[in-house]
C-alpha cells in the first residue's frame, strides 16, 4: 500500500490560498510547525544553540521584568532523569539539547530586598506574568529552531514531578520550571504530518464571543480527527468504568474524558494534582 504524503504547511490542511506576495519565510514556518518526538544522535552546533538562546531572550516580556529563566541540559545522564520525570519519553534523552523554561520571581525578590524593599508582589498576577514571559520565550525558540532546519517538541510534563525536578536544577525558591523543549536533527521518517487545529470559526471570533454552530464544527472536527485514526491505542481509561458502547472516539470524546480528572495526560492521574501546594512550597503566592 503506498504511504500518503505528508501535508507540511497548515494552509495546505485546510485548503487556504494566499498570495506568494504575502508569504514569507517566518510564515511557512509558523504554518508548518510539527511537533517531533525522534532525534538523530548528533550534537548541535553551539552556534545554532546560541542563535536559539539569543532569539528567546528577545521575546517580550511584561514590563520588561524578564521573569523567566532558561537551564541549557546536555548532560546525558541529567537529560535521563529529566525524562524519566517528563512521563518517561525517550526522545529527551535522545535531544542532544534539552532547554527548561522556567517562571523566576526569584531574581526579582533578591533585586528588591538588595534595594532595601519589601517584596509584596507576591500574588496570581506575578505567577502568571512570569509564566507567560517563560512561554513567549520557549516559542521563540521553537520558531528560531525550526527556521534552522531543526525539529523540537514542547514537554509540558517537566511539570509532573514539580519538587524533584526543582532538585535536579537546583532551582531556588521562586523558579518554578513552566515547560521544556527537546532539539535537535529529526530521525527519518517520523514525521507525521501538520496535525488539524480546531475550525477556526471554533476559535476565532469577531467582536465578540460566539458558540454558534458550535456542535456542527466539532462534528466536523471530531471526523477529521477519527478518519486520521489519531487516538488509535491512546485512548483515556474510564478509572474503572465499562467502556462505552458505540462511542465515536474523536476530540470530543478524547478531551472530555481528559476533563474528568485533575490530570490525564499521563498513566497517573495524580500527577499534578498538587500542583498548588507545591508551587506555594517552592515560593509562588497563588494568592
Known sequence: MKKPLTI????????????????????EVLISHESVRGFKPKLLPETMLEVIITSSRSAPTSSNLQAYSIIVVKNKQRKDKLASLSGNQNFIRE?????????????LKYVTARHGYGFAADTLEMFLLASMDATLALQNAIVAAESLGLACCPVGSIRNNTMAVAEELNLPKGVFAVSGLAIGFEREGIRRGVKPRLPAKVTVHDETYSSDELDTYLNEYDQTMISRKTYD?????????????GVEYGWCEHTARRCTRPETIAVSASLRENLRQNLEQHGFSLR
Open 8 to 27: 507540511t504547511s497548515r494552509l495546505e490542511l485546510e485548503g487556504i490560498n494566499l498570495g506568494s506576495d504575502i508569504l514569507n519565510q517566518t510564515i
Open 95 to 107: 535531544a542532544p539539547v534539552f532547554l527548561i523554561f522556567c517562571a523566576d520571581i526569584f531574581r
Open 233 to 245: 491505542g491512546r485512548r483515556v481509561s474510564l478509572a474503572g468504568e465499562p467502556e462505552k458502547e
